[in-house]
């Protein structure tokens, strides 16, 4: 499993999490898959890779009891997830199998908005199924409202040679999946390859 970069979890200091948690959920479910900043593996390789994952997305997704099965199906939406993402940035038609997918893990644990009263009105949403079905469709609802808002179109590779993250580009502007990471190696890297020039052409000049 690669090393996991970026903002530290709370009560967890030996582990650092993705710099791409905080993208829509369907794009950090994607790139847990993809080379980070020049380091390739899958966030997903293991039961504890996933619990770390949830951990590290506990405000958007409920924590749940991670199982061998549960990582194959996550890992299976994944795949589906990202047919979709990739259809829609470029307004492809979407696969009739990735959608049905998505559809059934939806199906399978609807929502319901729930009243109560928290000095004030408060309403909730809740969720019928297993913990494991609540996870899946709470991942396949965070699918559909991406691929229905603007933001589908709006995705974006990072712009590093060694790093494939995607990101929703809501700057026109954005390059990189992380300004203070890629965007660093990148402006070094040019950095020291145009010195080392400068040094091997001075080098020349002086035989
Ligand atoms: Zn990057």
Do not use: K
């Not at 993402?85 to 998505?102: C, I, N, T």
């Not at 950095?191 to 400068?198: D, G, I, T, V």
């Amino acid at each position: 499993m690669r090393a996991l970069v970026g903002v530290p979890l709370p009560n967890m200091p030996a582990r650092i999490v993705s710099p791409l948690i905080g993208e829509p959920l369907p794009l950090d479910l994607v790139n847990t898959a993809r080379s980070a900043a020049g380091e390739a593996g899958d966030v997903l390789a293991s039961v504890g890779g996933l619990e770390e994952w949830l951990l590290a997305e506990a405000d958007r997704l409920p924590v749940v009891t991670v199982t061998a099965r549960t990582l194959d199906r996550v890992r299976a939406l994944r795949g589906h997830v990202q047919t979709l993402v990739d259809a829609a940035r470029f307004g492809d038609r979407l696969p009739a199998d990735a959608m049905q997918a998505v559809n059934e893990l939806l199906r399978a644990a609807p929502s319901f908005p729930q009243l109560s009263w928290d000095d004030g009105v408060r309403v909730d949403t809740a969720r019928i199924g297993s913990p494991e079905a609540q996870l899946l469709a709470a991942l396949a609802e965070a699918t559909v409202e991406f691929l229905a808002s603007p933001l589908a179109v709006l995705v974006r590779e990072c712009a590093a040679a060694d790093c494939t993250l995607l990101f929703a580009a809501t700057h026109a502007r954005r390059r990189w999946c992380s300004a203070s990471i890629c965007g660093n190696r990148t402006r070094v890297g040019r950095y020291y390859a145009r010195h080392r020039l400068n040094d091997a052409v001075g080098f020349s000049r002086q035989d």
